[in-house]
C-alpha cells in the first residue's frame, strides 16, 4: 500500500483533470447516496477525501438553507481546485487519520471512494466517529475493485458503526450508510 505522500503527489498530478476524467463515475456514487441520506435536515456536513470539492458543492446547491460544509483533502492540488470551484465552502488539507476538528461537530460524514487508498482506514473511521454528533449519519463508498462490502462492513462494525443501508453501485463503488451504535 502506499505512503501518504506517493498518495497525495498522486493525486496532486491528476487534479487538474480529475472533474473531467471521473464526473460522469462519480455522479452515480452521489445519486446513490442522495438516495439513502436526509441532506435537508442537516447542519454541519463534512466530506473527508473531498478531491475537488464537487459532492459538497452539489449538495449546497441543492440544499444550503445555512448549513456548513467542510472538506477534507491531503492533496493540496485538489484543495486548491475546490477552493476556487466553491469559495463558500471551507476546505481544509489534513490527513483523514489525524483531522485537525473538535469532537462532535458534523451530523452528515462522507467518505466517498476514499479509504481504499489508505494505510489505516479504520483510523479514518474512528476519525470520522470522533468529530460526529452522536447521531450523525455517515456514507461511505470504497472501490469495489480493491475491496469487498464485507471487508468494508467488517471496518465499520469493529469503529463501533451500525449499517443502516448497503449498495453496489453499477459503475465501480460499493457503499454503506450508518450511525454510531448507542
Not at 89 to 104: H, Q, T
Not at 164 to 179: A, H, N, P, Q, R
Request: hydrophobic letters at 35%; aromatic letters at 8%; proline letters at 3%.
Amino acid at each position: 500500500m502506499a505512503n501518504k505522500k506517493e498518495i497525495a503527489r498522486r493525486y496532486d498530478s491528476s487534479a487538474e483533470i480529475y472533474d473531467s476524467r471521473y464526473k460522469d463515475i462519480q455522479i452515480h456514487k452521489y445519486i446513490e447516496i442522495f438516495s439513502r441520506v436526509d441532506f435537508q435536515n442537516s447542519k454541519e456536513i463534512i466530506d473527508i477525501g473531498c478531491g475537488t470539492g464537487s459532492f459538497l458543492g452539489l449538495i449546497q446547491s441543492i440544499s444550503d438553507n445555512g448549513r456548513s460544509f467542510v472538506g477534507i483533502d491531503l492533496s493540496h492540488e485538489m484543495i486548491k481546485i475546490a477552493h476556487s470551484k466553491h469559495p463558500d465552502i471551507d476546505f481544509i488539507v489534513a490527513d483523514s487519520d489525524n483531522l485537525p476538528i473538535k469532537e462532535g461537530l458534523f451530523d452528515r460524514v462522507l467518505s466517498v471512494t476514499h479509504l481504499q487508498n489508505l494505510p489505516e482506514p479504520k483510523q479514518t473511521i474512528e476519525e470520522m466517529s470522533r468529530i460526529s454528533t452522536e447521531d450523525a449519519i455517515f456514507a461511505v463508498s470504497i472501490l469495489r475493485k480493491t475491496w469487498t462490502k464485507e471487508k468494508l462492513k467488517q471496518v465499520a462494525e469493529e469503529s463501533n458503526l451500525e449499517i443502516y443501508s448497503e449498495w453496489t453501485d453499477d459503475v465501480e463503488d460499493i457503499g454503506i450508510v450508518c450511525g454510531r451504535n448507542p
